[in-house]
């Protein structure tokens, strides 16, 4: 890290108003979202993050994966076995969770 990046990450962690404010966000996007994703079907793991892990009963997770990404939404998928059921999606803004939301009920009729 540069010194000038040392400054704004100090500046950044001293700020503890702003990191509040993000969090209170992030926390209250990913309960919207997870709600909204268990209103469709999926299953949703309980999370403390700033990402869901989630799986559909009657979706290949694969296929959501390739439609969501068609549409410019990124997750991710893993190859292992165990999760690869399961798509990885981060939190972001509430307009990106709303277009991931729109698409999904789109392709899930």
């Not at 010194?3 to 702003?18: C, F, K, L």
């Not at 277009?99 to 789109?106: H, K, P, Q």
């Amino acid at each position: 890290m540069r010194g000038g990046q040392r400054v704004a990450a100090a500046a950044a962690i001293a700020d503890r108003a702003h990191f509040e404010r993000s969090r209170d966000r992030v926390v209250a996007t990913r309960a919207w979202l997870a709600g909204a994703l268990a209103a469709m079907g999926f299953e949703v793991q309980p999370s403390s993050a700033n990402f869901l892990f989630v799986r559909h009963p009657l979706h290949d997770a694969a296929r959501l994966q390739a439609v969501l990404r068609e549409s410019r939404v990124l997750v991710r998928r893993f190859t292992d076995e165990r999760i690869a059921q399961f798509l990885r999606i981060t939190v972001g803004t509430d307009d990106e969770c709303g277009a991931l939301v729109r698409v999904l009920r789109e392709q899930m009729g």
